[in-house]
Structure formats: C-alpha cells, structure tokens
C-alpha cells in the first residue's frame, strides 16, 4: 500500500511560481514512477477527467511533459525523502485546478509517457488527495 500525500498548493498571481511536493509512504519509493495530474473546475471528479500534467522515472533520467506545461513546469524527485516535486513558474489562470500526485509501480522500467498515457487505474495505481493551486488574473 502507498499513500501520498500533497502540499504546495495555494493562491498566485498570473506570473508567478509555486512548488508543489508529494510524499510518499512506501518502503521503496524507487520502484514506482511518479505523475501530476491536474483536474480543472467543473470537470467531473472522475480519473478520466484528470489532465497529465507531468511524469518521471525513477532515476528521474525520464521525464515527460504536458505541451500546456513544457517550459514552465519542472518534476523533480528526491529519493532519500521518498518526494517527488513540481516547481510551476509562470503560472496562467488556466493552470487553476486542483493538483494530484500519482504513482505506478514500474519494475519493467517503461518509458513514462507510456505509463502514464492514461490516469492509472486504482488497481494499478496509486493516488493522493490533491493539492488547490488558484492562478488569479
């Protein structure tokens, strides 16, 4: 079982930054890949209706960006604090949405831009309660 939990989330102006962290409670954080989604308002609060936002491996040797984030969002991760992070600059009031931290057990070491070409299932993976991040114009 894995739990993560997210924080980071809050109120920006158009423009700025905030960090987001996800933190994993799981005895070997560096056999799952980890994710961002997003969920915007209005939309369903169903798995289908999350937007990838960005993935890495766990070598963090693999990254794989949304087109809407690529050149203002950055996923890190940091192993030995079992976290995975992302740093969003250059916030748009599009970008308003409540943020969710996922993770897929990846032994097989797949690309992530495969593994997570669709919000993963519950039977596959793993999701955290989400973080609210408000982009104000």
């Known amino acids: 079982q894995v739990q993560l939990v997210e924080s980071g989330g809050g109120l920006v102006q158009a423009g700025g930054s905030l960090r987001l962290s996800c933190t994993a409670s799981?005895?070997?954080?560096?056999?799952?890949?980890m994710a961002w989604y997003r969920q915007a308002p209005g939309k369903e609060r169903e798995l289908k209706e999350r937007?990838?936002?960005?993935?890495?491996?766990?070598?963090?040797?693999?990254?794989h960006y949304a087109n809407s984030v690529k050149g203002r969002f950055t996923i890190t991760r940091d192993n030995a604090k079992n976290t995975v992070y992302l740093q969003m600059n250059g916030l748009k009031p599009e970008d308003t949405a409540v943020y969710y931290c996922?993770?897929?057990?990846?032994?097989?070491?797949?690309?992530?831009?495969?593994?997570?070409?669709?919000?993963?299932?519950?039977?596959?993976?793993?999701w955290g309660q989400g973080t609210q991040v408000t982009v104000s114009s």
């Open positions: 937007e990838f936002v960005a993935a890495i491996s766990w070598s963090s040797r693999n990254t």
């Open positions: 996922a993770a897929v057990r990846n032994l097989d070491n797949d690309p992530v831009h495969i593994l997570f070409r669709l919000p993963p299932a519950p039977e596959y993976g793993y």
């Open positions: 799981v005895r070997t954080f560096t056999d799952y890949a």
